[in-house]
């Protein structure tokens, strides 16, 4: 398998770990050589370090370049944690394990991605989601104060600004499945604002929305769940910036997957679930239907 970058130890954690430590960097005001000469190393162990190249990093000189950039204690740890992580290209990531469990890995991958697709079949997905909508889901998890679910609810709507920037907005390609438009979230009223939404952003050049509607059964015979891939652009034709990732949420930990061949067999299941869903102008139409049908009812 080509490698990215150039290096074997080029992995998903090391490569975040490499974009917190370079942005740090630059909200310091240090270049690239100075950094180097006050860490004593060499400068082009920093540029490596920060591409995420380097496959053997030691965690006092990360702990030095935090203290050095005045990265806070907490986001320290993290940057620590990602150091720390095995050399392999399929990453369980254990919540509250090496890395602080209110750190989010996928936040920041979401971020610097230039393509997102993903399938939802029961939500609809968090880059599309209202407020309100946030809101109603937020509210069933009891153990977070009011606060802390307000708290998360702003950063979602932070996040969502890569869809909607003006420079180099992220491309999405969503499939939503017909339970996540049938299943209420909160009240018909925020069902139906939610549904106008996303027929609304689906209009967007880059957004494109498909409705897999019940009757279109199990595409390619299984019943997939819900996946993310990132896909980071290309550097030269053919040569990808970086690895894409599949990314899968669960309940004590999530899953980073880029080796290459496991990526490809999800992207392939996403093409057979894309051509059994409704094209985007019959998708459109039927959220803009439901939204009227929530919106009419008392």
Known sequence: MTQVNGEAGSTLPRRQLGRYLLE?????GYTQAKAAQLLE??????????????????????????DLYGVPEDLTA????????????????????LIPKDFDVY????????????????????LLQIADYDRALAASRSHDTEDERERRVQLKMQRQ?????????????????????????????????QLRHLADQSTEDNVEVRILPFAAGFPNGVSMPPFVVLHYGQAAPGEPVEPSVVFLEGIVGNLYIEDSD??????????????????????????RQLAREYGSAP
């Open 24 to 28: 740090w960097r630059s909200r310091a």
């Open 107 to 126: 936040v920041g991958l979401e971020a610097a991605a230039a393509k997102i697709v993903t399938y939802q079949p029961e939500l609809v997905p968090g």
């Open 161 to 193: 600004r890569i869809v909607t920037r003006k420079t180099r907005p992220v491309t999405l390609d969503v499939v939503v499945g017909e339970a996540a438009l049938r299943r209420i979230a909160g009240s018909r009223r925020i069902m139906a604002a």
């Open 262 to 287: 496991d990526v490809a067999s999800f992207l392939r299941s996403y093409d057979g679930i894309r051509d059994a869903a409704l094209d985007t102008s019959g998708s459109r139409q039927l959220l």
């Open 78 to 97: 993290a940057l620590v944690g990602l150091a720390r992580q095995a050399n392999v290209k399929n990453w369980w990531h254990q919540y509250g394990d």
């Open 41 to 66: 190393i060499g400068a082009t162990s920093l540029g490596r370090l920060e591409k995420g190249e380097n496959s053997r990093i030691k965690s006092r000189d990360i702990q030095a370049a935090c």
